[in-house]
Every structure is written in C-alpha cells, then in structure tokens.
C-alpha cells in the first residue's frame, strides 16, 4: 500500500520561511520524480517544483529563487524548503510520487496547509 504524508505546514508571516516534507512508504522511492503541488479554493493544483531520481529539479516560475526542492532517498523523503513567503504562497500543498513512464498522475498524499499573513 502506497502512503505518503505531508507534514510540516502552518501559518508563518510575510517574509518568513517555512519547510515542508513527505515521507513515503510502499513505493521504490529512488525511482521516483517527487513533487510538490499546490491548490487553493477554487482553483486547480499547479505544479511548485519536481525534483528525478538524478535530483534534476524545475520549479514554477511563481516560486524560482524563493523555493528549493530536495530528496533524501535514505529517508524516503521529499523536502520543500520555502522562503520568502508571500500570502499568494497560501494552500493547501500535496506532495506527488510519479514513477517512471507512468501513464496517470501517480499518487498523491493528504495534503498540508500552508498560511502566510499579511
């Protein structure tokens, strides 16, 4: 059974910095490219930031310079470490594990709130 879990949100002011993980368990984590995703109410979950299993890493551009994705495959763990918070940076943030020539969206964990105050 594949589970991944976010942990790590909260509410944090403008400016401030934040990280966020996801551990994952039932899957060959190695192999995967580990995501983050975001969605606010309303609107569909976009992309945040993908690092392989080599550790090539893309970023939105909402987020390039503020935002680091990292892995730590001994852990079976994907990190988000954001800084620079703005209040526009507040959602609901989902991690994702896609494996390799996967046909559909892969699997996705519960979901952690982030909240940036103005």
């Known amino acids: 059974q594949v589970q991944l879990v976010e942990s790590g949100g909260g509410l944090v002011q403008y400016g401030g910095s934040l990280k966020v993980s996801c551990t994952a368990s039932g899957i060959i984590f190695s192999i995967f490219t580990m995501g983050w995703y975001r969605q606010t109410p309303g609107k569909q979950r976009e992309l945040v930031a993908t690092?392989?299993?080599?550790?090539?890493?893309s970023y939105a551009d909402s987020v390039k310079g503020r935002f680091t994705i990292s892995r730590d495959n001994a852990k079976n763990t994907v990190y988000l470490q954001m800084n620079s918070l703005k209040p526009e940076d507040t959602a609901v943030y989902y991690c994702?594990?896609?494996?390799?020539?996967?046909?559909?969206?892969?699997?996705w964990g519960q979901g952690t709130q982030v909240t940036v105050s103005s």
């Open positions: 994702n594990a896609l494996a390799p020539r996967a046909r559909d969206g892969g699997y």
């Open positions: 690092i392989t299993n080599v550790r090539s890493r």
